[in-house]
């Protein structure tokens, strides 16, 4: 009786030290030994959007791979490093948030050195370093269709908003905040929403446009600078993406302006829909952003790579299609107090 009692007890703790050792990397969820290794970059985990794929990412790869996952701290060198120890750890496919997308031809060559394959993320890789190697993949979106949607939150609510034209002239005069130059995202953001909005029969003229790295502190200085020098003439702020535009609201409350109520006001808009910036659309002190869809984006990733690391082809058993440079969109959506639900949902 003590015998088998001993026998039990110690049967159990072999069987949970065996369940705990193959949890290492997935937050307490068990992964079967055979189960492929993933290994993942992010370009920096302070990035407000990026920090919610990743997230996503996490949460649904968990259960299904042995996930390693890596802050490049916005470090190009250190993230080829980090590919490299994934590579080391038998990492069966690599998912890649780059630092620089120029970067993405070093990451391939590595990667196809041992016919591992490569799934690029939210930074695109050019056409060239795509056609490389066959086992390269990439998930993201269509990067005008951002600046377009933008473009259209800001005639809508333009022309349903007579006062917003200050001066009366019938231009709107905006200052532009840019994420990181060179960023595709950034380029067709900022040429997109002025050339939407023109196109739609609005002339509009620029005071001014500077680079803040998708950063909220960045842009709220930049925003502080920009109201010393032009105050009231400011009659729209087009942001490319939330962090910044938040950061001008910051900036302009200080100022008295954007507290709610329609007394002092300057329109801002952004990219993303994260929900802090949705919080401030319902308070109205913001007018809109895009949805940029960080759950459907993460899925993407998660699907082409639990496939291609088990040897699959990247879209089997999903709804994905791809495009000509092997890329899936995930599509963007305008958002206003209108719709506010649409974004509100991937945030469940
Ligand atoms: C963009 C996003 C930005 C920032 C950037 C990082 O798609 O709108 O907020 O996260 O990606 O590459
Ligand atoms: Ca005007």
């Not at 370009?43 to 990743?54: L, P």
């Not at 490299?84 to 997308?101: F, G, H, S, T």
């Not at 739609?200 to 909220?216: P, Y």
Request: with cysteine.
């Amino acid at each position: 009786m003590r015998k088998s009692l001993i026998f039990i007890v110690s049967a159990m703790l072999i069987i949970s030290s065996v369940l705990i050792m193959s949890c290492g990397d997935n937050g307490g969820t068990t992964v079967s030994a055979d189960a492929p290794t993933i290994g993942v970059t992010i370009y920096r985990y302070d990035d407000n959007f990026m920090s919610f794929v990743r997230r996503n990412i996490e949460s649904l790869i968990s259960g299904n791979a042995h996930l390693i996952m890596n802050d490049s701290q916005n470090n190009q060198a250190q993230q080829n490093d980090q590919v490299d120890v994934m590579l080391n750890r038998e990492a069966k496919a690599l998912a890649i948030n780059l630092v620089d997308p120029q970067a993405a031809q070093t990451i391939i060559d590595k990667a196809k050195a041992k016919d591992i394959p490569v799934i690029f993320f939210n930074k695109e890789a050019s056409p060239q370093a795509m056609a490389s190697y066959d086992k390269t993949w990439y998930v993201g979106t269509k990067s005008e269709e951002s600046g377009d949607m933008q473009g259209q939150v800001v005639v809508n609510t333009w022309r349903a908003n007579p006062s917003w034209d200050k001066n009366g002239d019938g231009v709107i005069q905006y200052v532009l905040i840019k994420g990181e130059p060179g960023h595709p995202d950034a380029e067709a953001r900022t040429s997109h929403v002025t050339k939407y909005i023109t196109e739609n029969g609005i002339r509009v003229q620029r005071l001014e446009e500077l680079n803040a790295n998708w950063d909220t502190a960045r842009a709220k200085d930049i925003v502080d600078a920009w109201m010393q020098k032009h105050g009231d003439k400011i009659e729209f702020i087009f942001s490319n993406n939330d962090s910044m535009a938040l950061g001008a609201l910051q900036s302009i409350q200080a100022l008295g302006y954007n507290q709610g109520d329609n007394n002092k006001f300057i329109p801002i808009v952004g990219v993303d829909a994260i929900p802090d910036m949705l919080n401030e659309i319902k308070k109205g002190t913001i007018v809109g952003s895009v949805l940029n869809d960080a759950l459907n984006q993460a899925k993407a990733v998660v699907d082409l790579a639990l496939n291609v690391s088990t040897g699959k082809e990247p879209l089997e058993g999903t709804d994905w299609t791809l495009d000509e440079v092997k890329a899936v969109r995930v599509p963007y959506v305008p958002i206003t107090i209108d719709n506010i639900e649409v974004a509100e949902n991937t945030y469940k």
